[in-house]
């Protein structure tokens, strides 16, 4: 195993929550057996959020988004899944959310819907790909996603996702994935702006969204750039790896491959502030703990990380030519 990758399999708190993640997602699918409306080989569930990453904690909830298809769909355009059919689904995973005490699902649920696999991919940079919210969807079922139900749809959209990416590459041996990466650079715009937005509402628990931009939001999309600098995304079959993998691990991949010594330490110590990250959040904190103390000690443990991120990318074994696209 390679050294930054053996790094983070060392570390016994987040491999403890991947674990304990991974059989939240059991109990997961084990429910969603019990019910003949998630049982649809036109439609998938999939975890996004932190169980999607694999870093859950006791406060976590379960952030759910459905893609479907059907060949109906491809030929007519008409809708893969009926509107009764979604009510069911819906039904189905509010019931799920409640035997296993999640939290309720945000919005008052507003954020439930199915998205058509095809729409997601033909709307890409069209003025509807951001007002239906395909963008977001998007970017979570590639980056920070786990299958709960139908996982051949699951496999099968993500691939066609990713080859539309990759659309231009066929048969270039000096491709570049800008199409991809200005996606990414594009989805972490939109999550700064989104913050602006949500600051400004006294509900809105505006600290905790904070914390998370400058954490995991960081982290699952950087490590993702990261990872196109590092020659880790050279085809949509390398790439598709690469959403199999968390962003953590794709962080350390992206490390491997890069391969600078000089980042091992500084790896290592990047690791443990996004525990404390985590820990925070799982101890329910970042919600209700607002004192001046709090806000220094993770002001202080958010710059580290985002240090951290900013060494890699200037590593000297990475092609400056390649980077000045993060840029420009």
Same mark, same amino acid.
């Given at each position: 195993?390679?050294?930054?990758s ?16 991974r ?7 084990s429910?969603?057996n019990?019910?003949e409306a &998630?049982?649809n ?6 975890a ?5 990453? &694999?870093e859950?904690?006791?406060k976590?909830?379960f952030?759910?988004f459905m893609?479907?298809?059907s060949?109906e769909?491809?030929?007519s ?11 069911e689904?819906?039904s189905?995973l509010i019931?799920?959310n409640?035997d296993?005490?999640?939290?309720? =699902?945000?919005?008052?649920? %507003? ?6 696999l ?14 239906e919210n ?5 970017m979570?079922?590639?980056l ?6 139908n996982?051949?749809l ?8 990713v080859?539309?990416?990759?659309r231009?590459g066929l ?5 570049r994935?800008l ?7 594009r ?8 913050y602006?937005?949500?600051? +400004?509402?006294?509900?809105r ?7 998370n931009l400058?954490?995991?939001?960081k982290?699952?999309?950087?490590s993702?750039?990261l990872?196109? &600098? ?8 390398a790439?598709l790896?690469?959403?199999?993998l ?13 391969d600078?010594p ?6 290592? +110590?990047?690791?443990g502030?996004?525990?404390?990250? &985590?820990?925070?959040k ?7 703990e ?7 000690r #993770? ?8 240090? =951290?991120?900013?060494e890699a990318?200037?590593? #000297? %074994?990475?092609?400056g030519d ?7």
């Amino acid at each position: 195993m390679a050294v930054f990758s053996k790094i983070l399999q060392d570390n016994n708190k987040l491999q403890d929550r991947m674990n304990r993640s991974r059989i939240k997602l059991g109990e997961l699918r084990s429910q969603a057996n019990n019910y003949e409306a &998630l049982q649809n080989d036109r439609l998938s569930v999939f975890a996004a959020g932190s169980l999607g990453r &694999l870093e859950t904690g006791e406060k976590s909830d379960f952030d759910v988004f459905m893609i479907c298809d059907s060949e109906e769909r491809r030929t007519s355009g008409k809708s893969s899944v009926s509107r009764l059919e979604e009510y069911e689904v819906f039904s189905a995973l509010i019931r799920i959310n409640e035997d296993l005490n999640y939290p309720k =699902f945000s919005g008052d649920g %507003r954020f439930l819907k199915t998205y058509e696999l095809q729409d997601m991919i033909k709307a890409t940079g069209s003025p509807q790909d951001d007002s239906e919210n395909l963008f977001t969807a998007r970017m979570l079922l590639l980056l920070e996603s786990q299958p709960v139900t139908n996982e051949e749809l699951y496999q099968r959209g993500t691939a066609l996702v990713v080859e539309n990416y990759f659309r231009d590459g066929l048969g270039r041996d000096n491709f570049r994935p800008l199409f991809l990466m200005n996606d990414l650079l594009r989805y972490w715009r939109t999550l700064c702006l989104n913050y602006e937005v949500y600051r +400004n509402e006294p509900e809105r628990p505006w600290l905790k969204k904070s914390l998370n931009l400058k954490f995991s939001r960081k982290l699952t999309i950087f490590s993702t750039v990261l990872s196109l &600098l590092a020659g880790r995304a050279s085809d949509s079959s390398a790439f598709l790896d690469l959403c199999n993998l968390t962003p953590i691990e794709r962080l350390a991949d992206a490390l491997d491959a890069i391969d600078d010594p000089t980042l091992e330490k500084g790896f290592s +110590n990047a690791l443990g502030t996004y525990e404390s990250f &985590l820990k925070a959040k799982e101890i329910g904190s970042i919600e209700f703990e607002t004192t001046p103390t709090f806000r220094k000690r #993770h002001a202080d443990l958010a710059d580290r990380f985002g240090r =951290f991120l900013h060494e890699a990318f200037d590593s #000297h %074994r990475i092609d400056g030519d390649l980077r000045r696209y993060v840029l420009i």
